[in-house]
Each structure stands twice: as C-alpha cells, then as structure tokens.
C-alpha cells in the first residue's frame, strides 16, 4: 500500500516558534526564551526565513533515521517541522530542477556541531540522489573523505573534542539528473602550530594519538615508534586521552577510509612514515657547544633520534646534522653559511616539522581531489559545503584567532549582503513595494584588516619585509601610528581616546572591536608566524630524501630551481584564499546553517543563556529576523496558504474553482484583513506583521473546533441512522436465517428418522440371512468333522497294524543278530586265546621300546 501523503504545516503541533520571524514581541529575550523551549523538548532546529539555527544537543536524538530522510523528501521547505534535512532539500531540488549552483555556509563558535551538520548535508544529499554502482561508489568516496581529513586536521581543544583546525569548503559536481559526478575541496589555514605546542587540556591533531594506539605491533616497529605517549615531547599528556573516543578504532576506520577514496598501499604507508618522522623530530634535543670564533653553535645531544628519522626518510644524516646546526644565506652571488645556536635550533626543527605536516595534510587534500574529481568533462551543476572554524575568543588570542577571525568577519559580511540582496530580489521578483533597512555593515573592519595599504595585514607585511631589526613590539608600535584613530581598534599607546578606557590593557596587545565582540590579541609570535620561514638548507635536506613523498613536499629545495624570491607571507596567502572563497560563495545561491553550542561543559540537558545570548549577538541572528521583518514577516505560495485558510470563508469551503490567488482574495476580504497588513505577489502572499499571521490560526483554530464539533454531530447522525438500518436488516436476516434453520433442522430430524428405520430393517435382514449362512456352516462343518473324525480311526488303526508288524519284524531281526554274535564270540575265544600271547609280548616290547627311545 502506497504511502499516504500528510499534509502539515510548519505552525501545525509548535513548540514555541518554529520560525523566529514570527516571534512576538522581538527581543532578546523572547528570541532565547524561544530557543530554551525548543532546546528542552529536543527541538534543536529552528528557522530564521530560510535560515536554520542548530542548537549542538551534545547527544545523539532519533531525528536522522531513514524514515526522517524520506519524510523532508521533495517536501516544502515551511511544510514541516524545522530540520536541517529541509534545508538541504531546498537546496538539491534547487539545484537539481532551476539550475542554480548552490552553496551552505555553516558558521558558528568551535563547539557548536558546525562538522556534524555538515556531514548531515553531505548524507541528506548521499541518500536522496540516484542509485547505481557508479553513483554509489561516487557518493561513498565524498563521504569516505571526512575521516580522513578529520583525522589529520581535527583536534581535541577545551571547547570541543572533535575541533576543525582548518577551514573545508567543499565543490559537489552534479550532472543534469542530479546524480553525483565528485567533487574539489579547498583548505584554508591548517593551524600547524599545534603539531609543536598545544595549550593545556587540549590535544595535538587526532591522527598522532590514533596511529599510537591503534596501529599494529608490527607497523610501529617498522615506523620505529613506540605505544607510549609520553616518549613524544610533541604530544601533551594531560588530556591524551578523551572520554568517550576510541582512538584505536578510529585509526581502522581512518585506513578503511583511505582504501575507499583510493590510497594505494605504498601511498598510505609513505603517509604513515611521514606522521612518525614528525613525532619523532619532537624528540631531537639540542646542547650548546663553543666554537673558537667566540659564537655559540648547537648540537644534538642523543644522535639516535636523528638516526631513525634519516632511516625512515632516507636522508643522509649528515646533511640533515647540518641542516639543524648550520644556515646558509644567499645574497645575489654570495653564500654565507652561520653557525645556529639552540633557540635557533630548536626554532628551525619547529619550523620542520610545522611545514612537513602542513604540506602533508595539503598533500593529502590534493590526493583525495584527484580521486573523487568528476571523471567527464560534461557541464557540471555545483553545490557547495563550507564547514570553516568559527569565531575564537581565547584567553590568549594569538596569529591564528586573528586569521579565524578575520575570516568569520569576511563570512559575516557576505551573509549579510547576500540575505539583503536574496530579500530585496524576493519584493522584485514578487513586484512587492522594498523599503530600506538599516544594519550594521562591518566593512569597516574588514577594511580595518585587509586594506592594501594601511590595514593590519598589510602593515604585518611591511614589516616582516623591510629591512633591519624587525619584532613584534614595532609591529604594535606601526600599528599604533596607523591604526591609532580607527573606532574599532585599541592599544595601550593608541591615541584613540574614544574607546581607551580600560587602563590594565597590556603593552604587548590590541584589541579589536569584531562584530561579534571584542578580542584582545597578543602580538608576541605576530611576526614569526606570518613569516612561516622554513631555512633553505632544511628544504635542500628534504629534497634530497630517497622518501619519493617528502621530496615532492619540498620542490623549492631543488638547487636547479632555486628562487631568491622571499615566499608570500602567511597572511598574504590566507587573504587571498578568502577572496577566492567570497568570489566562488558569491557566483552560488547560498543557504545557512548558524550552529549555536548551548554550554561549555559539552553536556546534553544544559542551556546557558548568557552564553547563547552572546552568540546570537555576534552571529547577528536578531539583526537577520528584524531585516526578515523589515518589509514582511510572512511569506506563502498562494496554493497552501488557500488549502490552510479556505475553510474560514463560506465561498472557499469546502472547494475553490478558480486560480489560487483569487480565492487568497476572496479569503482576505472576507476576513476584513487591513490592507496594510498583506500584500498580493506574483506567487507568494506577503504578510507583514506576525499577529496578523497568528490572528489567522487562531481563527482557524476555533474553526477547526466548529468543524470538529459539526463533524462530531453529522457522524453521530449518520452512525445512529446507520445503527439502526444495520439492526433492522440485521433482524430480517435473523428471521430468514432462523426460518431456513428451522427447516432444515426437520428436515435433518425426518432424514435421520428414515435412515435410522432403513438401517435397523437391513440389519434384520442380515441377520436373518446371517443365522441362514450359519446353519449351512455348521452343516458343512459337522459332516467334515465326522469325516475327519473316521479317516483319523483308519487311519490309527493301520498304524497299530503297521507298528506291531514293525515290531515283530524287529524281534526278530535282534534275535538273529544275538545268535550271529554268539556264534561269532565263540568262534573269536577261540582265534583269540591262539594269538593273545604274542600280541601281548609284542606290544609290551614296544611300549618299552617307546618309553626308553623317548
């Protein structure tokens, strides 16, 4: 039997308000009063328009089962309750039947389940597309990508275990039935400091403690690693373990996941040996030692380290010795070689291992591109999945806050003009009068970061470029000059008067008012880390290794190429990602997908409000509805709205004939509606105030009421009516029934009466001729027995006859052999006595014989 088909609206069993355009009154309280109720009875989605909100429940809720996938299926976006698997249908169909390139941006702080949603896109998206082997392994492959990247970018960190330290967007291609062709990921910014130092509670990138405890004895052997985590300065120990994450079972799931998008096995295990050689360059420890020139110049203490790295890379250790202690300069034609001292040293081992496993995951990215790119060269439909670190206010904000932060401005920038700009195409496209909204346009700060010539990225440049003793302290000091009267930036020397209040301000800071608030960044390692310098001689190393991975790592190594060109800085490259992204999010009609994480204590059942209501602050989710309001609060299709409402109107109800919005018309006038509170599109009927909305479900409500009540009367009626008729037939039925059984029942009576009669008459008559038969039996029988009885006498008789005759010969015979025998007895004494005496001697004789021969 088909399924049948509900029709349901997203107002139908609310709780709370499913859709936060509707909220009365608009504030910030009722907005996360709204959000708590939701949140409390596991409603953890909720609408802004178009918008979805996801509030993490930090446990697993029955909401993503197969079923749901069905139910969201081909549905309307607003027909039921809110789920990001509707948001992701809007979006397919979209794609699949306008045309239009799609893209989700999933913003919010690190915590909030920004990769959990964005792996439920990508599933949605996996489930309802088509089927077939090619398809099949396709959509396999895209969702085989995230344990790998998971585990190479992911970390534990105070505010989530599962933490993105890199930003993912990522290009599904799709042909024109909306089957999946593949797809290109983008990375941005992988936070490489974290393979060196980790703040305390957090953890290093997850792949480190994975391969420690779930790779075989055999594999660390031949990777020359050891299980214990504490042999490795490079992994902290406070929180190695996490609570609830199976390190050893995700390392499996990891290299089934690289078998599936297409690692080969040498490619896996050159991956492998790279993680160790990183591990293990943590490990090299150096001393100081004197030279004759009066400089100081570092060595390695223990060499075994160094040896087992140069064993697994296949590098000559001395090369790599030298690299670590030496560090050539080249100026025009001149080469000028330097002595390095321990801090030194221990930065250009850092450095390494930084840029190994930073172009490593950039490796892997590439890898997994080349696999699950489209294979034809058909035009390709485009949806795509961002899933980028959110906003970060730390204690100690450092280079890349600064940078993740930057980016959340750019992301917040976009979503604001592009909700601006898809609301005022809606009032065109709907020929609806557009009135302008007033918002805050952070332009000023991204302006304030990114300016070419005197934004603070472009200043971090100036200095890491110009000549002379450069530090973070004349970093802070330029910007000071620079940046000293812009509203949204303060130091301790900052002129800017107008915000310089809070005096405890450290000299060695900024601040930076962000849209979502503001963050105080420490300048320390400013520099450094924009300049990611890696020395020449450690990139000459790593391209001389017989490792055919690390070589391809390090191209700039090669001496035939070499480039006296200063590689762009950090910064220059992020920002010119970002734009990339920008450029590529703007071609596509976006989605959003704002994650809120309602505690810091990563528990389920807990909502913190002043924690929430920070992120609905910064997220600009109150500034998104009041700009979904400004014109109208409502919108529907004229259809549903006729098939929700009709029964308000006597000319609706039950059946409308003619076009959709002219029975919306007839409805409205009918109900008195103010005409400034609605107005006519071309497909769409706008409201413009929520009570109105509300006024019209209370009115259906009570209508639904009378109709129940009139329905409940009628069938009633109907149900007595028909009770009756049934009883009345049923009593005819009876009769004729009972009449039919009564007769057949005499019937039966007379039938087994004959019967019975029939059967005693046969029987007297069997047994008549039963005695009959009998007699003649005896009959025959007697004259037999007297038969028998005379032949037995005859027959006894001539046997008496026989055995005397018998008998007497006998006698006869045994007195003629007693006479035989006596003659013969007398006959034989005498023939004995003549010969007994010799065959007495002669057998004595030889019974002697016998007895002394033997």
Sequence with gaps: MAKMEVKSSLLDNMIGVGDMVLLEPLNEETFIDNLKKRFDHNEIYTYIGSVVISVNPYRSLPIYSPEKVEDYRNRNFYELSPHIFALSDEAYRSLRDQDKDQCILITGESGAGKTEASKLVMSYVAAVCGKGAEVNQVKEQLLQSNPVLEAFGNAKTVRNDNSSRFGKYMDIEFDFKGDPLGGVISNY?????????????????????????????????????????????????????????????????????????????????????????????????????????GFDESKIKDKNELKEICELTSIDQVVLERAFSFRTVE??????????????AYYARDALAKNLYSRLFSWLVNRINESIKAQTKVRKKVM????????????????????????????????IELTLKEEQEEYIREDIEWTHIDYFNNAIICDLIENNTNGILAMLDEECLRPGTVTDETFLEKLNQVCATHQHFESRMSKCSRFLNDTTLPHSCFRIQHYAGKVLYQVEGFVDKNNDLL???????????????????????????????????????????????????????PNYIRCIKPNDKKAAHIFNESLVCHQIRYLGLLENVRVRRAGYAFRQAYEPCLERYKMLCKQTWPHWKGP???????????????????????????????????????????????????????????????HFLLMKRSQVVIAAWYRRYAQQKRYQQI??????????????????????LKHQKRCKEAATTIAAYWHGTQARRELKRLKEEARRKHAVAVIWAYWLGLKVRREYRKFFRANAGKKIYEFTLQRIVQKYLL
């Design 535 to 589: 020395y020449r001689d450690l990139s000459q190393a790593m391209w001389k290794a017989g490792h055919s991975l690390i070589k391809s790592l390090f191209p700039e190594g090669n001496p035939a190429k070499v480039n006296l060109k200063r590689p762009p800085t950090a910064g220059s490259q992020f920002k010119a990602s970002v734009a990339t992204l920008m450029r590529n999010l703007q071609t596509k009609n």
């Design 189 to 293: 910014l992988l936070e490489k400091s974290r393979v060196v130092k980790q703040p305390r509670g957090e953890r290093n990138f997850h792949v480190f403690y994975q391969l420690l405890s779930g790779a075989s004895e055999e594999l660390l052997y031949k990777l020359k690693l050891e299980r214990d985590f504490s042999r490795y300065n490079y992994l902290s120990l406070d929180s190695a373990k996490v609570s609830g994450v199976d390190d050893a079972a995700n390392f499996r799931t990891v290299r089934n996941a690289m078998q599936i998008v297409g690692f080969l096995d040498h490619e896996a295990e050159a991956v492998l040996e790279v993680v160790a050689a990183v591990l293990k360059l943590g490990n090299i420890e150096f001393k100081p030692e004197s030279r004759v020139n």
């Design 751 to 772: 039938k087994s009466s004959a019967l019975v009669i029939q059967s005693y008459i046969r029987g007297w008559k069997a047994r008549k001729i039963l005695r009959e």
């Design 331 to 344: 100026a025009k034609q001149e080469k000028v070689s330097t002595t390095l001292n321990v801090a030194q």
């Design 384 to 415: 795509g999945v961002l899933d980028i670190y959110g906003f970060e206010i730390f204690e100690d904000n450092s280079f890349e806050q600064f940078i993740i932060n930057y980016c959340n401005e750019k992301l917040q920038q976009i979503f």
């Design 660 to 722: 959709a919005r002219s029975g919306v018309e007839v409805l409205f006038n009918e109900l008195e509606i103010p005409v400034e509170e609605h107005s006519f599109g071309r497909s769409k009927i706008f409201i413009r105030n929520p009570r109105t909305l509300f006024q019209l479900e209370d009115l259906r409500k009570q209508r639904l009421e009378d109709l129940a009540t009139l329905i409940q009367k009628i069938y009633r009626g109907w149900k007595c009516r028909t």
